[in-house]
């Protein structure tokens, strides 16, 4: 069973990734009057998040070869994720990439997806797209190669245009192969669900020229010429199938994992 569990925890948490991982961690500490659980082989639990984030199973599918119990992935998970660490492994990412001069900060690109919800719970509300059916939205900033650098998560029937400024905002400081962090790109790009004056003057008192398409204006073919990149990012965070459905009644856990599945996309561009 040790075998079966090293080869999935290799394949699915590459070494070079667990480097990154196992200090973010939160540490056990025992209790001082001793007795309490024992400590966990943490990268085993990671790896089991990993693994229900990527297949797309129900924690009480999880399979034996993960070497973790159901109950425990599933609280280690949720405190992970309270703690911010797949926030902070996120960034710590980004720092990697942009020191290596992987980032392209010439342009931003903003988008958004709808994700139909399983139950209800947070960050749920009827989908326009979707003939009212419950569910969320993806927010996704990326860079002008589709790397994403920031993630959100809101109710199905949260307008597009209202998450343009904090998704800006909540760009992180990222190391640059020369000179301080860097976190203000050239231009933002966005399609016509963002065209707001407001947006535009917020976006140029920031020094961050706005390419966003006007509406009744710009063709639907100028606006693929840079659009597919973030569709590409989309379709990317789809590959971790449990994304394409919204299972999680609580929906910071959701974005947990979204923000993971971030992280773990922009490991891919590291590790090439």
Known sequence: MHGVVDALSTRLVPDALWEIVEPLLPRFSPRPQGGGRAALDDRAVFTAVVYVLTSGCAWRHLPPSCGVSVPTAHRRFAAWAKAGVFDELHRQILDRLGAGGD????????????????????????????RGKNGSKIHILSDADG?????????????????????????????????????????????????????????????????IARRGVD??????????????????????????????????????????????????????
Request: charged share 25%; proline share 6%.
């Open 219 to 272: 063709s639907s073919e100028r606006l693929g010429r840079y659009r597919w990149k973030v569709e590409r990012t989309l379709a990317w965070l789809s590959g971790y199938r449990r994304l394409t459905m919204r299972y999680e009644r609580h929906g910071e856990h959701f974005a947990a994992f979204l923000q993971l599945a971030a992280a773990l996309t922009c490991f891919k561009k590291l590790a090439k």
């Open 147 to 211: 790397i994403p650098l920031v993630t959100a998560v809101t109710s199905a029937n949260t307008h597009d245009s209202v998450m343009l400024q904090p998704m800006v905002t909540a760009i992180p400081a990222v190391r640059s192969r020369r000179g301080p962090r860097r976190r203000r790109p050239g231009r933002l790009r966005a399609d016509k669900g963002y065209d707001y004056p407001v947006h535009r003057r917020w976006l140029r008192a920031r020094g961050i020229v706005p390419r």
């Open 103 to 130: 980032l392209d900060w010439s342009a931003a690109i903003l988008d958004a997806a709808h994700v139909r919800a399983k139950k209800g719970g947070s960050l749920t509300g009827p989908s326009p797209v979707d």
